[in-house]
């Protein structure tokens, strides 16, 4: 797969979670068995808000071709979907949160092998982007 072709894909999936837990945040705690109460409410639209501004930057990075842009991007996303990653993991042991999270797990750790592999592929630092 493209660097830009997994690009798109994050950046439309990231896209996509942030509007559910920025417009239906009761819905998208739901799922997860997390109460909603006014306050996990509001969090979860930060959340929202956050998801959705780092899936636009993934998205609308797509077509670059400086790789300082785009080593940047995918530092980042490994950051990031490392944490979620744990965070999530902890929160199903802990039973914070129901089973589905572990499709969360999953994501989170999908992604930032995929960011780690766009990162250090040879061909990534020749600008071979599309």
């Known amino acids: 797969m493209k660097l830009t072709t997994y690009l798109v894909i994050a950046g439309a ?11 239906v945040p009761g819905f998208a705690l739901r799922q997860y068995a997390v109460p909603t109460d006014p306050h996990n409410l ?8 956050t998801l959705l501004a780092f ?25 990031g979907n490392v944490l979620g990653a744990g965070i999530s993991a902890w929160a199903a042991l802990t039973g914070l949160q129901s089973e589905m999270v572990w499709g969360s797990v999953a994501i989170y750790t999908l992604f930032s092998l995929a960011s780690l592999y766009y990162l250090l592929l040879p061909t990534r630092r020749h600008h071979e982007v599309a």
Do not use: C, H, K, P
């Open 55 to 79: 899936g636009l930057v993934i998205w609308l990075a797509r077509g670059t071709r400086d790789d300082v842009v785009l080593r940047a991007i995918l530092q980042a996303s490994i950051v």
């Open 42 to 49: 509001m969090q979860a639209r930060y959340f929202g808000g």
């Open 13 to 23: 999936v990231t896209i996509l979670f942030g509007l559910e837990f920025l417009l």
